[in-house]
DNA sequence: CGGAAACTTGATCGAATTCAAATAAGGTGG
DNA sequence: CCACCTTATTTGAATTCGATCAAGTTTCCG
């Protein structure tokens, strides 16, 4: 039987494929993150996952969690706001493809990477790891490849962020701030 | 101390508001639903809801409900599930807005409204109760209501589907399922 | 050094938006 | 039941954002 992955090191992604093998990027997983709440809660997800780094997880068994979550009231308290986490992303991911330009979705997505990483320690200076390639990000946001470079592009133009080997550096966050939330 | 609500009649749906007032709406609540299964775990959600129809609801007790999930296996068994469907909805509806056209998106919301109205036994010979206007569809699938109105002319002109004041005929669900899926 | 994968750039295309106006549908008070 | 008013829907024309197509470049590694 299938256990409950959490993983401790790396990153992955969740999500699911299309008829005609394109896909459309859910999540990113990074380190610490349950490898969806929902596995815990189903024991059949409708999603696939793959590593972008080299990753290293835990795997628990999904009775003994359960159990777990539901002995103890403080982990249900925790479990919970993890799935309501999970959720606001996943609500907020869809007003990002229904409602928010190409810029605003790559501008969020950074932001969003980047204030996880933030409550992980894992930002210096504005800089951390950042191993997606350009097709990944056009996954998450719902762009082509090829826009995802044009944003990209304009972007560091303006000076709002380097991109350097595997690591990102966020050098106006304001200004991608504004450019995230203007109308 | 709000309660948790569970609609018994009529339709409702939940949405997310942009800074410009423009909305996405992020799920439609038919009779039977939670208004959210997030907000039994959470009492802070970051959604609004609103009524499409007359809505007739029961408020419970927050605490009651957790106490009656975490005692209970078969109902925590059961809420799981629910948590699932709804979790498999959202991935659904960010697969539709990243990487699906403007008539797929409003072919697969029309086939999801109607299997969920089917399994209450609520559709007749593929007619139901349809309460939305293109606005709340717009909102839905990311789109303009003017493009809501071309489509659905589309639809309706090729002989896929009917609307008669608040009730709507799907008349040929095999073609509305292949352009739902084509690639 | 060579080859493959990732990224960039330009040109063109197309789906959906925007703007604007006309028409239809619903609901209300007389 | 009808005239009137408001809210929805339809339709057309012009525009725009992002996609697609097609070469280049760069980067990364073995």
Redesign the interface.
């Known amino acids: 039987m299938q256990g409950v992955k959490i993983v401790c090191r790396g990153w992955a992604f969740a999500f ?1 494929i ?3 093998g ?1 896909r ?1 990027i ?1 999540s990113f997983l990074l380190p610490g993150d349950f490898a969806s709440t ?1 596995a815990v ?2 024991e059949r ?3 696939s996952l793959q590593a972008l780094t080299e990753v290293c997880y835990c795997d628990y068994d999904r009775g003994d969690l ?1 159990d777990c979550v ?1 002995s103890d ?1 403080k982990v ?1 308290e925790k479990f ?2 993890l ?2 986490t ?3 992303e ?6 990002d ?3 928010r330009t190409a810029n605003q979705r790559v501008a969020r997505l950074i932001l969003a990477l980047m204030a996880r990483l933030q409550e992980r320690n894992q930002v210096r200076d504005g800089s951390f790891e950042f191993p997606l390639r350009q097709q990944h990000i056009a ?1 998450a ?2 762009l082509t490849p090829v826009h995802v470079s044009r944003v990209f592009s304009a972007f560091r133009q303006a000076g709002m962020l380097a991109v350097k080997g595997r690591s990102l550096t966020v050098q106006n966050e304001a200004e991608l701030q504004r450019i995230s ?1 203007e ?1």
Chains 1, 2 share one sequence.
């Open positions: 699911s299309l008829p005609d394109r459309q859910l929902a809660l189903n997800v409708g999603i359960i539901r009231s249900f919970s706001e799935c309501n999970e959720r606001n996943a609500n907020e991911m869809v007003t493809l229904g409602r996954d946001t719902g939330s109308r």
